[in-house]
């Protein structure tokens, strides 16, 4: 019988783990688990475990894609707010130097070296604006109105949207527009709302969820100028998203009665239920695309200190997909 080698022209690589980013066709040999392990194309989109954060929480922000991500901010039960920022490498959370001004639901978007933090609650809402370089965070100039469980878009720290939120008094719609200096006003959402998830860029964004008097499932894009209604999610509820533009996108897990692990993808057009989280969780941080996302944190059970330390990884449709191979 012809071996590996002689087929492919090469040994089995032997790794003590999985490697990070498989490639659909690779084969390897994990000396850990002592079995053979490949890379197989999934035929439907599923998530999978990541790696633990180091400070469970819950309405932070995230940043970056599924493999060189950020997370910062939150808030633990009683209510204490945190700064702690960490970064992920695909497998591993590592602690970086904090937010300057801890608070809860703010939003930002960006990269892991080039990211925004605006907005949020300490003991009340606030428009403070944190502009992250790769290393440590700077305050920039605040937000024209001061605001919280708002959503965002951008590509990194020199380019945003915020948009809709809660201002102490009343649900928002207002959207403010960051050039890398100030935040400008921009046209208004046509459904102001707390609590949605934004996803995309500064000139090509999509909002979806959140709440008015109740849970609400309108979608709204974004095309850099106004906002346009769009098709509604299949349920209602506070979701977090993660996406690299308008034309497609991912919302999942999120609340209306209790924790949700529903997963829905948007295609442009409208929204499709997916393969659900394997854990219920809302409030927690997303990032990533629609094929390549990440779920970090968050809580499972509402009205309880049930934080989640689980990040869960979305490989889309087609996406290569960690398998064992057996005898049978």
Not at 68 to 73: D, E, H, K, S, V
Not at 121 to 148: F, K, P
Not at 294 to 300: D, N, T
Request: aromatic share 8%; charged share 10%; net charge negative.
């Amino acid at each position: 019988m012809a071996t590996y080698k002689e087929i492919f022209g090469t040994n089995i690589e032997v790794l003590a783990s999985d490697p990070a980013n498989p490639v659909q066709g690779q084969v390897w040999y994990n000396s850990t688990d002592n079995v053979v392990k490949g890379a197989a194309a999934t035929t439907a989109g599923a998530w999978a475990t990541g790696g633990n954060v180091n400070q469970v929480r819950d309405g932070h922000v995230g940043s970056g894609t599924q493999t060189a991500a950020l997370t910062f901010g939150g808030y633990l039960v009683p209510g204490t707010v945190i700064g702690n920022t960490e970064s992920y490498n695909g497998s591993a959370w590592t602690e970086l130097n904090d937010l300057n001004t801890a608070r809860r639901t703010a939003t930002g978007g960006g990269t892991q070296t080039s990211s925004l933090n605006s907005g949020g609650y300490t003991t009340t809402q606030v428009g403070i604006t944190e502009s992250w370089n790769g290393t440590s965070w700077t305050e920039v100039n605040d937000l024209n109105t001061a605001r919280d469980n708002t959503a965002g878009a951008g590509a990194d720290n020199t380019s945003s949207l915020c948009t809709g939120g809660y201002n102490g008094t009343a649900n928002t719609g207002a959207t403010e527009s960051w050039n890398g200096t100030s935040w400008t006003e921009v046209n208004d959402l046509n459904t102001g709302r707390r609590g949605t998830s934004g996803l995309g860029i500064q000139t090509s964004a999509l909002i979806a969820g959140g709440y008015t008097a109740t849970a609400v499932a309108n979608a709204e894009s974004w095309n850099g100028t106004s906002w346009t209604e769009v098709g509604d999610l299949n349920t209602a509820r506070g979701t977090m998203a993660a996406g690299a533009d308008n034309t497609s996108g991912l919302v999942y897990g999120g609340a209306y009665i209790g924790s949700s692990a529903l997963t829905e993808e948007w295609n442009g057009t409208s929204w499709t239920e997916t393969t659900d989280l394997a854990t219920a969780r809302f409030g927690d941080a997303g990032t990533g695309t629609a094929s390549a996302a990440l779920a970090i944190s968050g809580q499972g059970v509402p009205g309880t200190p049930d934080f989640l330390a689980a990040t869960e990884e979305w490989n889309g449709a087609g996406s290569p997909l960690t398998v064992t191979f057996t005898d049978s």
